[in-house]
């Protein structure tokens, strides 16, 4: 297997940029990435940290035309900074996807969302048949190793989420008197929000949604109210936060009915969180008076305040986590090893049947014995040396330290 993660996360890029490279339509991205013929099947993550392409190439690619193909799928033409953009290859992006699903490379350590995001991920691409048998298992034992990592360690104990930390915010600058939210979206991270609302005492919430069913289901579940996105305006009037989490691919919330809304509102303070990817909210909003607009970078450097405290979980998780890729990684090379030896014994057998076929045809037209037989074991020593000698020249132009390292087992087996 060539595994390769290519793509943008937090870490490496501002929400200006990950916006632009936000992958809504799952499915169709996965039918263009797979059209490649590099690609033997992939998945792709798209959150609103991070999208990232998981694929397994054929084993002369080298990556590249998953950089080329994230680029032209997303329509940006420009050049982007080449240290946004990363192309991992083996066990470092092996890795590195075990790392994400465990909470360790997120915005907040130990955030559990990723973990379904990514599950989600995987089941669109066997859904669609995009992905190749033996890197679904692959990710059956990284799920495996990602739920060693979060039950044995406190990496996942008392976790702030993005989301949380919203509403934590909010609770902080709201002061003094009852309170209400409206929530514009209505999924994952939609019920999320509303969870952590609910908790803090804020009773009145409205689900604003493109969908009135999925509203409803939402604010049944809170005890809110249901809207539709184009009634946001209405509810901009009288509520004291606004948590935006759609999937839209424009905003939902422009300036001008900020500033509609705000002709009702007697400059009543109004918070803000756009936790979407593309943003939801125009960022003209942020320069309005007595608007206060936080973004998901802004709440990243908020939660960070409470890093430290989860250092040591952390740094415990990374050591599970690598002695668990470790072994991974050495469960590929032997099945790997046991596929090449069973080729080349199934490619030696065929070949040792034609030489047998072609002596016993001398045989019969009245060759001696002896010549037979001295033919017989050259041509059988030729043929059973030629994929092996083929693959140590390929094993001596690209992995030296390899060869040299089987040189020193052969030597040592002879002593």
């Excluded at 409205?206 to 069913?213: E, I, P, Y």
């Excluded at 450097?301 to 991974?328: F, K, P, T, W, Y």
Aim: charged residues 25%; glycine residues 8%.
């Amino acid at each position: 297997m060539n595994l390769f993660v290519c793509g943008f996360c937090h870490a490496t890029a501002n929400l200006a940029l990950r916006e632009r490279f936000a992958l809504s339509e799952g499915a169709a991205a996965l039918e263009s990435l797979c059209a490649l013929d590099e690609v033997a099947g992939g998945f792709v993550l798209s959150t609103c940290n991070r999208t990232e392409i998981v694929a397994d190439l054929c084993p002369a690619a080298d990556g590249v035309a998953l950089k080329r193909w994230l680029l032209d799928y997303c329509g940006v033409g420009d050049p982007v900074p080449e240290h946004s953009l990363y192309l991992l290859r083996g066990a470092e992006a092996l890795r590195h996807v075990a790392q994400v699903g465990s909470g360790l490379d997120s915005q907040v350590l130990g955030e559990p969302q990723i973990l379904g995001q990514l599950k989600d991920a995987v089941q669109l691409a066997v859904e669609t048949e995009a992905l190749s048998p033996g890197m679904h298992g692959l990710m059956q034992r990284v799920f495996g190793l990602i739920k060693q990592v979060r039950s044995r360690t406190d990496i996942g104990v008392r976790p702030t989420s993005i989301a949380s930390r919203a509403v934590q915010l909010a609770r902080m600058l709201l002061i003094g008197r009852d309170h209400s939210a409206l929530l514009v979206g209505a999924g994952e991270t939609a019920q999320l929000v509303g969870a952590h609302l609910r908790s803090v005492g804020i009773e009145r919430i409205v689900v604003a949604n493109r969908s009135r069913l999925s509203a409803l289901h939402l604010a049944e579940r809170l005890g809110g109210e249901a809207a539709l996105l184009v009634e946001i305006e209405a509810h901009l009037r009288d509520v004291d936060v606004v948590i935006s989490s759609t999937q839209s691919q424009l905003p939902v919330i422009g300036k001008g009915a900020v500033e509609s809304a705000f002709r009702h509102r007697r400059r009543r303070p109004l918070l803000m969180f756009d936790l979407a990817v593309p943003r939801d909210i125009e960022p003209q909003v942020g320069r309005l008076a007595d608007v206060y607009l936080y973004t998901l970078d802004d709440l990243r450097d908020s939660a960070e305040e409470g890093m430290a405290q989860r250092l040591e979980a952390a740094e415990e998780a990374q050591q599970l986590l690598e002695a668990g890729v470790r072994e991974l990684l050495q469960g590929l090379d032997e099945r790997a090893s046991s596929e090449l030896l069973r080729r080349y014994q199934s490619s030696a057998e065929t070949r040792a049947g034609e030489v047998l076929g072609e002596a016993g045809a001398r045989l019969a037209a009245g060759e001696s014995p002896e010549d037979v037989l001295r033919l017989l074991s050259h041509r059988l020593t030729q043929t059973l040396m030629h994929e092996p000698r083929t693959w140590l020249r390929h094993l001596a132009r690209e992995h030296p330290d390899a060869l040299h390292s089987l040189g020193e087992l052969d030597s040592g087996a002879g002593r």
